[in-house]
Structure formats: structure tokens, C-alpha cells
């Protein structure tokens, strides 16, 4: 759990707000099916604050797959004020690839993930920006909440190629109607699977 706290007139603070987030995670095993990692992430911020301060989505715009962050999401897209997100990765570890025998060799392993996310903006965070919609000076970042509904996406991928490579084809599902967002990526990341 971690806790984030403002208080206005200290140390050059504008704004009292408090905020509280929740993390757990868990790895469950599916005998030769392989295993899942599933992280669960709750949060929340109370007081009124301008849309700088609010909590701000992980995204990333890099082709680098990460675990932890959207990979399909735009940086500063959606914001939140309370929020709650699941991610689930299933590592097959070869149980498909390996019965077929020139695969077998190169001990390829199957990886596939879901992301959810879900929040919120209160009406009263919402009196220094007009959320989903299009702002009307070009210079203004475009801003959207989740109240339409949950950002989702998944994957499905290879990893252990060349002992280090992990190569993911990135679908998004929801919010494809926003500007300038992509509903397909390959990521890649250089690690070591265990």
C-alpha cells in the first residue's frame, strides 16, 4: 500500500488531496499448463485537484513491452481520481510449442495477458477540464476519463527467443474511437524467463 498526501501552504503546496493506493500480486501454477501472474491494483484520491495531479495511467508509447503499464495506451490519455485494474499473464512455458518437433529444439514459450483498467472522475475534479471531449485550442492536451467504461487489452506473444527475446502482438479493445490511438503493436523485451 502507499500513501501520497498534499497539504496546501507546505513546502509551496497548492492543494490538500490524499492519496491511497493498494497493490497485490500472486502467482498461481497450472501443474504442465504453466502459470499466471495476476496483479491486482486499486487506488483513490480525495480533493479537488486540477487534472495535473490526478492519477495519471501507465502508458507506454515505446516499443518495449511492459508488464506493468498499458502498451497500447497514449501518455496522458486517461486519468482517474479512483480506479481499480487487473492484469493477468499465462505463461505456457512450451506446452504447445514443444510437442511439435523441430519447435521443440528451440524451447519457445507461449505467453498470453489481459489488462483491464477502470476508474472514474468525480464531478468535482472536473472543474479545471472538460474530460472526453475536444479541447478547443489545439494546444490543449486531449484528455478522456474511463466513465464510458473499462481500457482493455491483451496479448499473446513468444518469449525465450535466443535465450533473451520476448515478442508480443498488442491488440487494444476499448477507446478506439479516441484520436491518434493504435489498435494493433508488436512490443519486444530482452530479459531472462524463468
Not at 495476476?38 to 486540477?50: C, D, I, M, R
Given at each position: 500500500m502507499a500513501a501520497q498526501i498534499g497539504v496546501k501552504g507546505i513546502l509551496?503546496?497548492?492543494?490538500?488531496?490524499?492519496?491511497?493506493?493498494?497493490?497485490a500480486n500472486k502467482r498461481?501454477?497450472?501443474?504442465?499448463f504453466g502459470f499466471t501472474d495476476?496483479?491486482?491494483?486499486?487506488?483513490?484520491?480525495?480533493?479537488?485537484?486540477?487534472y495535473p495531479l490526478m492519477?495519471?495511467?501507465?502508458?507506454?508509447?515505446?516499443?518495449?513491452?511492459?508488464?506493468?503499464?498499458?502498451?497500447?495506451?497514449?501518455?496522458?490519455?486517461f486519468m482517474s481520481d479512483k480506479y481499480t485494474s487487473l492484469l493477468l499473464q499465462h505463461s505456457f512455458n512450451g506446452f504447445f510449442l514443444n510437442k511439435i518437433p523441430l519447435l521443440k529444439k528451440l524451447d519457445l514459450r507461449e505467453i498470453a495477458s489481459v489488462k483491464v483498467l477502470y476508474g472514474k472522475v468525480d464531478a468535482s475534479n472536473r472543474y479545471t477540464k472538460d474530460?472526453?471531449?475536444t479541447p478547443k485550442h489545439p494546444s490543449e492536451p486531449q484528455l478522456f476519463s474511463l466513465n464510458r467504461g473499462a481500457y482493455v487489452?491483451?496479448?499473446?506473444?513468444?518469449?525465450?527467443?535466443?535465450?533473451?527475446?520476448?515478442?508480443?502482438?498488442?491488440?487494444?479493445?476499448t477507446y478506439l474511437d479516441n484520436p491518434g490511438v493504435s489498435s494493433?503493436?508488436?512490443?519486444?523485451k530482452i530479459g531472462v524467463d524463468f
Open positions: 509551496g503546496g497548492d492543494y490538500n488531496y490524499q492519496r491511497f493506493i493498494f497493490n498461481f501454477y497450472a501443474s504442465q495476476a496483479v491486482f491494483e486499486s487506488g483513490v484520491q480525495f480533493g479537488k485537484v486540477p492519477i495519471i495511467h501507465r502508458a507506454n508509447q515505446t516499443y518495449s513491452y511492459q508488464l506493468n503499464s498499458y502498451n497500447l495506451m497514449n501518455s496522458m490519455e474530460f472526453d471531449t487489452e491483451g496479448s499473446v506473444g513468444l518469449s525465450n527467443i535466443f535465450k533473451i527475446l520476448r515478442v508480443d502482438l498488442v491488440r487494444r479493445f494493433w503493436g508488436v512490443r519486444a
